[in-house]
């Protein structure tokens, strides 16, 4: 008989960390939901004492989603306790998820405290939520530097103060595969009252080693796992889930089984992309774009003779739809919902149909195909249609040995207004008119051009940084004129800061 596994998902608390991928409640929701669809166990819905975005997000997502449990975050403070109950009060199934560093690191210098100090606190913060919910689970932050001994004093302490959970985080990536192994391990046999609480296993990327750490820990005891949808989170991100759920179906000899619908995790990948304006990596296990392609001709050769010569994953079992219907400008509105669903998106209001269409068509006369992630593009950029500012035109003539000039045309609330500037090419150009009419000191602190797909005449995606008034701003813009995205990349940035001032 198998084991089962619970999977923990905080791609909209950890994984929102990313810089520039925030989502407003009405995205969370959409992401919650689908995260239901896919069968995870625990959805930890945001930090809600960070902010009030993050308080309200937690009480919607409780409200839309029924049998999954939600999971709110805290430090290990009453006040953090009493909001997160607070914003779990409409939850079907609520727990607080509190902690406290543990590592000398964090002891010293992030707390000026000692060890008897934190154990105190985490004693604390552990019974004053008990008094609250039921489900409480304690994060030791920095567990993967966590002298084992002391380690293994706060686990057993927390529990016997209410803990049904105690998560393990590899906070900074650093633990070796062994490593982690021997430290779940570790406590399994340390600490007396283990087996009144689930491990957790919580690991981080910056080494590469997330997916191999997390599965490690499991090997050596670990009943849940804390993941991400494709591995997003802060600096260089979490645990995959799509890695973790498809290890553990290709592998049955290990015998743990997860309630992860694997067909899925395709679609529920390429909302969060969408969403979250963050591309995945052509490369990407289970999810990249060439997860499945065969490019050498000894690998084709063996694949055209038996699949399964060098895929070990049929790509049905990952959601992913072999008989994609082409898109072109002929494509009616039912095959561009069929296509909107099969990457997780399902547009009920017809009118929104429309402009969706509209712009599907206007795209279609520029491409002889619209990919799959032009369709995600499509499907959210008619938010830009809500903005205080909008480009109405822009024209760029640049060349070589020629100075770039660009003429441009903005909306701003109703109101029309033309600058015109030169600069050191076409993108500086049109960047420098646009400051003309918004008179503001902006300053562009990063700039990244992307390719959706491949292909001269596909569409091309800007993530722009820019910096007012001692704030950061992320901007993003796609189009297959890359100038034009690059503006309104610009112009994204323009609309963030404009509502707070």
């Known amino acids: 008989m198998s084991d089962r596994l619970f999977i923990f998902d905080t791609t909209l608390r950890d994984g929102e960390q990313v810089p520039g991928c925030q989502l407003n409640t009405v995205e969370k929701i959409q992401v919650a939901k689908a995260l239901e669809q896919l069968g995870v166990d625990v959805i930890e819905a945001g930090f809600p004492i960070s902010s009030p975005g993050d308080f309200n997000s937690v009480i919607e997502i409780s409200k839309a989603v029924t049998w999954p449990v939600i999971c709110a975050l805290t430090r290990a403070v009453e006040r953090d306790i009493d909001v997160a109950f607070e914003a779990l009060k409409y939850a079907k199934?609520?727990?607080?998820?509190?902690?406290?560093?543990?590592?000398?690191?964090?002891?010293?210098?992030?707390?000026n405290s000692t060890r008897e100090e934190i154990l105190e606190r985490a004693v604390a913060a552990t019974k004053y939520a008990k008094r609250f919910v039921d489900d409480v689970e304690f994060y030791c932050e920095d567990a993967g530097r966590t002298d084992n001994e002391y380690l293994a004093r706060v686990v057993e302490a927390v529990i016997k103060a209410g803990a049904t959970v105690v998560n393990i985080p590899d906070t900074t990536g650093y633990c070796l595969p062994q490593e982690y192994f021997e430290k779940i391990k570790y406590l399994k046999e340390h600490v007396d009252c283990i087996d009144r609480a689930v491990i957790s296993t919580?690991?981080?990327?910056?080494?590469?080693?997330?997916?191999?750490?997390?599965?490690?820990?499991?090997?050596?005891?670990?009943?849940?796992?804390?993941?991400?949808?494709?591995?997003?989170?802060?600096?260089a991100g979490n645990t995959s889930l799509e890695e973790i759920a498809m290890i553990l179906k290709c592998h049955k000899g290990i015998?743990?089984?997860t309630n992860i619908n694997t067909t899925k995790i395709y679609p529920t990948s390429r909302m969060v992309s969408s969403l979250m304006n963050m591309p995945i990596q052509p490369?990407?296990?289970?999810?990249?774009?060439?997860?499945?392609?065969?490019?050498?001709?000894?690998?084709?050769?063996?694949?055209?003779?038996?699949?399964?010569?060098?895929?070990?994953?049929?790509?049905?079992?990952?959601?992913?739809?072999?008989?994609?219907?082409?898109?072109?400008?002929?494509?009616?509105r039912a095959a561009l919902k069929h296509r909107l669903h099969i990457n997780g998106v399902d547009v009920s209001d017809e009118e929104k149909v429309d402009k969706i269409y509209e712009k599907f068509l206007a795209l279609a006369d520029l491409k002889k195909e619209v990919s799959d992630a032009d369709v995600l593009m499509l499907a959210g950029a008619d938010t830009a249609d809500q903005h205080a500012v909008k480009l109405d035109f822009l024209q760029v003539t640049t060349g070589k040995g020629v100075k770039s000039v660009a003429s441009i045309g903005l909306d701003i609330s109703g109101q029309k207004f033309e600058a015109a500037s030169s600069g050191n090419g076409p993108v500086d150009a049109a960047i420098k008119a646009l400051k003309k009419i918004i008179m503001k000191q902006m300053t562009l602190k990063e700039f990244t051009i992307q390719a959706i797909s491949k292909g001269s005449d596909d569409v091309g995606k800007v993530h722009m940084q820019v910096e007012y008034q001692g704030a950061l701003y992320y901007g993003f813009g796609a189009n297959t004129d890359i100038v034009t995205a690059s503006v309104e990349a610009y112009i994204d940035c323009i609309n963030k800061f404009k509502k707070e001032v």
């Open 255 to 257: 015998a743990i089984d």
């Open 283 to 332: 490369n990407k296990a289970i999810v990249g774009r060439n997860a499945f392609a065969h490019s050498s001709g000894i690998h084709q050769d063996g694949v055209l003779k038996n699949v399964h010569t060098y895929e070990i994953i049929d790509p049905k079992d990952v959601g992913i739809d072999d008989n994609s219907i082409v898109l072109t400008a002929r494509s009616g």
């Open 93 to 111: 199934h609520k727990r607080i998820h509190t902690g406290i560093g543990t590592s000398d690191e964090h002891i010293q210098f992030k707390f």
């Open 202 to 235: 919580h690991c981080h990327n910056d080494l590469g080693m997330a997916t191999a750490n997390t599965l490690s820990g499991v090997m050596a005891g670990a009943r849940q796992v804390e993941v991400t949808i494709n591995g997003i989170g802060e600096r």
